[in-house]
């Protein structure tokens, strides 16, 4: 079975700095990785996603993610973030092509302050 | 925008009233997913309809069901409402695995917000 776990609930940081969500998942297969973003009362927006071949993925709005399958990690960063980046960001995993069934992780909430 | 839209935006219901919310997909995506978002959590896989027969399920009860129609829309019911059955329930539609529109992603849709009263 496939779990993901974003340690951090809550991320504050000031617009235009760097910011690293992270997201750590387990699995005894091979996994795809997705980030999605979730803006208030809104349904998910996909960012990116790694499924196989280089393992820095880029996004839209800037963001991008690495794929560290040592550390089966699969954080997302962005190096300059604006207020508009406000929202809630889900890692998910998936663990075989095409049967999309998704696990989500907690949620991270990123804060971006003025 | 990902051409996945859900109806009704919001709905209250009692507890022990039933409910069905639907959802249309692209045109083409013959996979669809449900989802339930608890407030503060993550998504829950509910389960999956693939060319309209279930094709997985999470752990969610019997009361939890679905169908699939051959037009791509698709529906959530869901019997005996219970109080913790208030969430966001989200739809994704994805295309067939192996055509040309295959991206191994899912699009979700803007999702129903249910409260059980």
């Known amino acids: 079975a496939q779990s993901v776990t974003q340690l951090d609930s809550q991320v504050p940081v000031f617009e235009e700095a760097p910011v690293e969500l992270r997201c750590n998942y387990s699995?005894?297969?091979?996994?795809?990785l997705f980030w999605y973003v979730q803006y208030p009362n809104q349904g998910l927006q996909l960012l990116l996603k790694?499924?196989?071949?280089?393992?820095l993925v880029k996004g839209i709005n800037g963001f991008e993610a690495e794929f560290n399958k040592s550390q089966t990690s699969f954080h997302l960063r962005k190096p300059s973030v604006h207020i508009s980046d406000t929202a809630e960001y889900f890692c998910a995993v998936s663990a075989d092509s095409g049967t999309y069934k998704y696990i989500f992780g907690t949620g991270t909430r990123l804060k971006v302050l003025a | 925008e990902t051409g996945v839209t859900q109806s009704p935006t919001h709905l209250i219901k009692t507890r022990g009233q039933q409910v069905t919310l639907r959802c249309s997909s692209q045109?083409?995506?013959?996979?669809v997913s449900w989802y339930q978002q608890a407030l503060g959590q993550g998504p829950q896989f509910i389960f999956q309809y693939y060319r309209e027969e279930e094709n997985g399920r999470g752990n969610f009860p019997p009361r939890f069901s679905g169908l699939q129609f051959p037009n791509y829309s698709s529906e959530l019911n869901v019997n005996a409402l219970e109080l913790d059955d208030s969430a966001l329930y989200l739809c994704?539609?994805?295309?067939?695995?192996?055509?040309?529109?295959?991206?191994?992603?899912?699009?979700f849709g803007p999702g129903t917000r249910l409260t059980v009263l």
């Open positions: 790694y499924l196989s071949g280089s393992t």
């Open positions: 045109s083409g995506h013959n996979t």
């Open positions: 994704a539609s994805s295309p067939e695995p192996g055509t040309s529109s295959y991206t191994d992603t899912q699009y």
């Open positions: 699995s005894s297969v091979s996994v795809y």
